[in-house]
């Protein structure tokens, strides 16, 4: 018989990644990155004056919760098209964080590592090329 404890502590062991999304997505809806300055910059550009990765990002998820697709492209593409391979894994990350008392993390092959982060440093390369080279 499972009680009352073990049920709520289910049940907030469940909610807590979806609380934690909806808050992030909430936050960036009410204030935007465009707007507040309270998002964190990115240190390689500060220092070095060339865009990372990762540059563009949160204004990239704002764009995309308020349905603007192509904008999310031009702000960061390589996280706009890592969000459904990488929603597909956290799906898989929360199924067995509430299916098993003991969670393991998937394993990724090292093959899919190497790509990725061959494709980011490629993505880092090129969109700090002169417009004229391209």
Not at 51 to 59: F, I, K, L, M
Not at 92 to 100: D, E, H, L, M, S
């Amino acid at each position: 018989m499972i009680s009352g404890r073990s049920r709520l502590a289910q049940v907030l062991r469940a909610a807590t990644p979806l609380v934690a999304v909806a808050f992030i997505a909430g936050v960036l809806l009410r204030f935007p990155p465009t707007e507040c300055s309270f998002y964190p910059q990115c240190p390689v550009y500060r220092l070095l004056h060339l865009e990372c990765p990762g540059c563009g990002t949160t204004r990239a998820l704002a764009a995309l919760l308020h349905g603007h697709i192509m904008e999310a492209l031009r702000l960061n593409a390589l996280t706009t098209m890592m969000l459904v391979p990488g929603f597909l894994y956290a799906a898989v990350c929360y199924r067995r964080y509430i299916g098993t008392a003991s969670f393991r993390w998937p394993q990724i092959p090292s093959a899919s590592i190497y790509a990725t982060l061959a494709a980011a440093i490629l993505f880092m390369i090129f969109r700090n090329l002169p417009v004229h080279l391209l």
